[in-house]
Every structure is written in structure tokens, then in C-alpha cells.
């Protein structure tokens, strides 16, 4: 049962508002006056607030303040008249949840209550991940710092509305983390629209996009609703943005400014809720130098970005991953087969250039392929031995780990041996070490502290 406290002056508003959130979905908390108010909230254990703006002594600022001291979690809905409607604007920049002009209808009350409380619920979740993080985040999977970061920021980001870039080679992951994202948000009953920018010719892609009225072009039999109109309520994921034409780049700019649309061949604007995400395996800021992409675009894209490493920069999560996939694909094929660790080594010393979908499709085959209860070498495509061979020091690392050691301590010393290799090629220089190992430079001190490794003697 939800707690709800209500401060509201006036007595008539106050009963009505008890008897509307009344049992067995709620418990209301009634509050004749914002000094009452404060005391309650003192006391804690609520789910949420509704507040007066204007009452005798504490006001509802006054609430919101100390609901933003005490229960910072709790969302605040203020009521107020027409005339304070600033007042109840700055109440929200001031982390209000909503506000409500009076006169109101109960579904309209009801409607933002129930908008409230979803948030609420949704932040008592996250609270919970955060602090269980660990091999799996929904379809993600991988415990490596790099990973860890990439779970805390969707969980900071997905609650609101700013749009998100997501960057990354091909085949890390991009769609999986929006996905995430959506699915972590108040939006997650709401529909989840992907749109492969490279896909389709722009003229093509503007009518997917945006759909097209009747006519408008040879071929438009039937009105048709476009990609943006469907993901109304939900999220839209702009996959590959970086090969977005440019006519296209000011149309997409100007609906992002102001949610509203024309269809191709239309005249009448149309008005959506919809979040958008977008992602990119290319370098955006070299594409706005070469003005092959609108640089207003990328900040209004860019508002949150999250990166994804490359899986070589992530080995410590090739046990994880390799696991799931093959648990995957047994299922699937109703074929139950391991994975020797002495395969995982080879796994372990190849570049991955086409990163975590490469590494599912190389397990996919091998299951396939096995003919018994274990991956066998054979089963492996030809390139994972024939191509970026490891130096020999690395070889040697992984020749005498010993049997003794788990998986993650033989990768754990490869990544140890490869970074103090880098070190020595770069003479020490941290800064060209980090570049060429493709980290930033305090990852790359990071694990220099956890290896005891040092730029003068690496």
C-alpha cells in the first residue's frame, strides 16, 4: 500500500483528495497545513507528496524543500491556482515532480499521481541495481570496470527524457545498452522503435521515418504512419546517425527541437512524446570538420554520451560472455556442449575486430559444429589462429599459467603482459600508451596500479 501525504489548507480539498486516494491502493496521510507537513515528512516512510503552494505558514516550497532533505527519492506534486503558475514552475526546477491547476478533474490528479509513483518505483529499483551490479545487466553482460560504468550511467540516464549517444565499434553492443535504457525508464511500456539510418536511400528513409500522406509520391497509394509517429509514448533508436544525409540531419534537428513532424507530402504538423536515442560506430566530430554532419545536430544528440570498449579492452569479460552464449545456443539447439579452457586462452589473444557479435556468431558456429560433449579447436573458424598472432612474450604467459590458475588470472596476466608491452614500445609515455591501447589515460593508470606495473619499469 502506498503512503501519500496531502497538505492541503483547505478542508473541502483536502477531504476530496483523501476520499479519491483512499484504501485499498492507498493511504493517505492528510496534512491541514504545511507546518503539520513538515513534521510528517520528518518521520519519513513516503511514497509520495501532494502539496499546496499557497497555505498559512510553511507553504508548499516549504515541503518541497524539506521532502528534498528528507526524502529526496519521494516525488512532490504541487497544486496551485492559475495565477502561481510561475511559482509552481520554479517549484519543478527546484525537483518537484509535476503540478496541478486548480480547478482539476480526479483523472487528471489521478493520471499524474500514477506517473509519480511509477518514477518512484523505478528509482527504488535502480537504487537496488546499483548496488547489485555485477556479470549481467538485463542483456548485457560483462563485470569488468569498463562494463560497470556503462550499467551506472543507464541507470542515471534512464528515468528522464535527455536524449543519449550511444558510440562504439560495431558489434559492442549499441542497440543492447538503448534497449536498456528503455526498458529502465517510465517508458518501458511504451514501444521500443529502432531505425538503421544506413539502411535505406534518404528519400526512402524520410517516408519510413516520418511516414507519407497519400500521393505524395509515385508508388504512396495510402497514407502511411512513419517510424517516429509509431514510437509515440515510447523511445526512438537512431542506429548508425552518422550516415544520415543531410537534408534529412535539418529535418530530424528540427524535430527534436520541437517534437512535431509533416509527413512527406503533408501540411498538417503532428505532435509525438517521444525520447530519442542515437548511436554511432564513426567519429562525428571528423565528419562535422569534413561538414558531413551538422554540429547543432550532434549537441542536441550528444546531451549524455556513453562509450563502449572495444572487447579487447575488456578480455576479463570473455569467460562471462562466452558462458552465456553457449548456454544460449545449447539451449536453442538442444545441444549441451562446454567450452575447454584451453580454447578460451586462444579466444583470449585475438583482437576481436568485430567485437561482441563476432565472438556470438564464433559460438554460435561452434556449437553447431561440435560433435561431442566439448568445443573442439576444428570447430573454431580459421581466422582466430591464423590471424594477430600474440607476441611471443605473450605466448609465454599464457604457455606457463599453470593449470593451477583460474581463466580469469590467465587473461588477467595477458592484459598485464600486453599493457606492459605497450608501455615499453611507448617508452613509458602514458599518454601514447593509453592511445594505442585504446583507453582513456586513467584506465590506463588504473590498471597499471592493479598490475604494480610503472611507466619507468614496466
Not at 69 to 93: K, Q, S, W, Y
Not at 128 to 143: D, E, I, N
Not at 363 to 390: C, N, S, Y
Request: glycine share 6%; net charge neutral; with cysteine.
Amino acid at each position: 500500500m502506498k503512503r501519500i501525504l496531502i497538505a492541503e489548507d483547505k478542508p473541502s480539498m483536502l477531504r476530496m483528495l483523501s476520499q479519491v486516494f483512499s484504501e485499498p491502493h492507498y493511504q493517505v496521510v492528510p496534512c491541514q497545513n504545511g507546518t503539520e507537513a513538515l513534521e510528517r515528512i520528518r518521520e519519513g516512510n513516503l511514497d509520495l507528496i501532494i502539496t499546496d503552494l499557497k497555505m498559512p505558514g510553511a507553504d508548499g516550497m516549504a515541503v518541497l524543500q524539506e521532502a528534498k532533505t528528507h526524502l529526496p527519492d519521494t516525488p512532490v506534486i504541487i497544486l496551485t491556482a492559475f495565477g502561481t503558475v510561475e511559482n509552481a514552475v520554479e517549484a519543478m526546477r527546484q525537483g518537484a515532480f509535476d503540478y496541478v491547476l486548480k480547478p482539476f478533474s480526479v483523472s487528471e490528479i489521478e493520471v499524474k499521481v500514477s506517473k509519480a509513483l511509477e518514477q518512484k518505483r523505478l528509482l527504488t529499483e535502480n537504487i537496488y541495481l546499483r548496488a547489485t551490479l555485477s556479470t549481467h545487466f538485463g542483456t548485457l553482460v560483462g563485470k569488468s570496470q569498463q562494463m560497470q560504468e556503462v550499467y551506472r550511467i543507464i541507470l542515471k540516464v534512464a528515468p528522464g527524457n535527455t536524449p543519449v549517444l550511444i558510440t562504439g565499434e560495431s558489434g559492442t553492443g549499441k542497440e543492447l545498452v538503448a534497449r536498456e535504457i528503455h526498458n529502465h525508464s517510465p517508458r518501458t511500456r511504451g514501444p521500443f522503435i529502432p531505425v538503421n539510418c544506413a539502411a535505406l536511400a534518404e528519400g526512402l528513409l524520410e517516408s519510413e521515418m516520418f511516414g507519407h500522406e497519400r500521393g505524395s509520391f509515385t508508388g504512396a497509394m495510402t497514407q502511411k504512419k512513419g517510424l517516429v509517429e509509431m514510437a509515440d509514448g515510447g523511445t526512438l533508436f537512431l542506429d548508425e546517425i552518422g550516415d544520415l544525409g543531410l537534408n534529412l540531419q535539418a529535418k530530424l534537428l528540427r524535430f527534436l527541437q520541437e517534437m512535431e513532424f509533416k509527413r512527406v507530402g503533408g501540411v498538417q504538423n503532428i505532435k509525438v512524446d517521444v525520447r530519442v536515442l542515437a548511436a554511432t560506430n564513426q567519429n562525428l566530430q571528423q565528419k562535422i570538420a569534413s561538414n558531413q554532419f551538422r554540429q547543432d545536430l550532434y549537441y542536441r544528440l550528444n546531451v549524455i554520451s556513453i562509450a563502449l570498449p572495444p572487447l579487447r579492452d575488456r578480455l576479463q569479460d570473455l569467460p562471462d560472455l562466452v558462458n552465456y552464449f553457449i548456454k544460449k545456443y545449447s539451449g536453442a539447439l538442444h545441444k549441451p556442449v562446454r567450452f575447454p579452457d584451453d580454447l578460451l586462452d586462444v579466444l583470449a589473444a585475438y583482437s576481436w575486430p568485430g567485437n561482441v557479435r563476432e565472438l556470438e556468431n564464433v559460438i554460435e558456429r561452434a556449437v553447431v559444429l561440435a560433435e561431442g560433449e566439448e568445443i573442439r579447436k576444428q570447430d573454431l573458424p580459421r581466422e582466430i589462429f591464423e590471424t594477430h598472432p600474440l607476441k611471443d612474450s605473450q605466448s609465454a604467459v599464457l604457455a606457463t599459467a599453470g593449470t593451477s590458475q583460474t581463466l580469469d588470472q590467465r587473461i588477467e596476466n595477458l592484459e598485464r603482459e600486453i599493457i606492459r608491452q605497450t608501455l615499453l614500445e611507448c617508452q613509458g609515455n602514458q599518454t601514447l600508451a593509453a592511445k594505442r591501447l585504446g583507453l582513456k589515460r586513467s584506465s590506463l593508470q588504473y590498471k597499471m596500479q592493479k598490475y604494480g606495473l610503472h611507466s619507468e619499469n614496466p
